[in-house]
């Protein structure tokens, strides 16, 4: 699924925050209002037209969904995906403390740390492929932000390949930039809506599982093509989809919801909003 944006019609409105009608789409003219309880939110159909918007162009921390990004680079690069890396001391999270299954001395090729990092969030995975980037993390860094400007990100920064650092920063808008660019990687598309992976880190010990964190894939009335969480204290809980609902190719960002499971909670919303309203 290619999006076309229409970048001029889009932005003439966004600042608004108001619902508009998509061309040729049954999510035309809706009535009401969905009652989200995410700061910001943003549903656009497959030609980039605005359904929804809430707060769109508000800065925020964007946690895990950096991982996106990360994802992009990396394939971007046209590294070998075979290639086998080493979790080393340097992939320690110093700034959140959380904890991994992935040991020092773990071994993954590139793609299982690439899958990892995007299907379960994996923040040693996600370190582990900007550090052995060429030229290491700062060329790693520097590569996400080019990116980021040249999809038009111009509200967005990245400072870690994980998300674990609060100066993450996007928008509601440029976050469905960066989500339609990465449907075009169909590695990450296949990576994100993976419910479950079996990987083999230690060459002694029997296999680790790994489940996705979007339970919305669990759930049958959703068809959900790419997706991916995020979660850090400054940035609440958010979610990113490609989505098809009623045989429409939908977008939706979902940005600082307060509660564990607000975001899957608002996705539902927006979905039973947009059925009967339309």
């Known amino acids: 699924m290619q999006r076309a944006w229409a970048a001029g019609f889009i932005l003439a409105f966004l600042a608004s925050g108001n619902v508009l009608g998509a061309t040729e789409s049954k999510f035309t003219d809706l009535k009401g209002q969905p009652q989200l309880r995410s700061a910001s939110a943003i549903v656009l159909d497959a030609d980039g037209n605005l359904i929804y918007g809430k707060d769109v162009n508000t800065v925020r921390p964007i946690a895990s969904i950096t991982k996106l990004m990360t994802a992009m680079v990396i394939l971007d690069a046209g590294l070998d995906l075979e290639e086998k890396i080493t979790i080393t001391k340097a992939d320690r999270d110093l700034i959140r403390l959380t904890g991994s299954r992935l040991e020092y001395g773990a071994k993954l090729s590139r793609k299982e740390l690439l899958l990892l990092a995007l299907m379960s969030s994996e923040n040693r995975a996600a370190t582990a492929l900007g550090r052995t980037y060429p030229g290491g ?34 928008t509601a808008a440029d976050l469905a930039k960066m989500l339609d660019a990465a449907e075009t990687y169909p590695l990450i598309t296949q990576a994100t809506t993976l419910h479950r992976l079996q990987v083999r880190p230690y060459s002694r010990r029997g296999p680790l599982a790994y489940g996705n964190t979007n339970r919305l894939l669990r759930n049958k009335t959703w068809d959900i093509e790419l997706s991916k969480t995020g979660y850090i204290n400054e940035a609440g809980r958010c979610l990113v989809m490609h989505a098809t609902i009623e045989g429409e190719d939908v977008s939706i960002v979902l940005l600082n919801s307060f509660g564990k499971l607000t975001p899957f909670g608002d996705s539902n919303r927006l979905r039973q909003w947009m059925l009967a309203s339309s």
């Open 137 to 170: 993390m700062p060329a790693f860094i520097e590569a996400m932000n080019d990116k980021a400007l040249a999809l038009d990100m111009t509200s967005s920064q990245f400072a870690d390949p994980a998300g674990l650092k609060s100066e993450n920063v996007s």
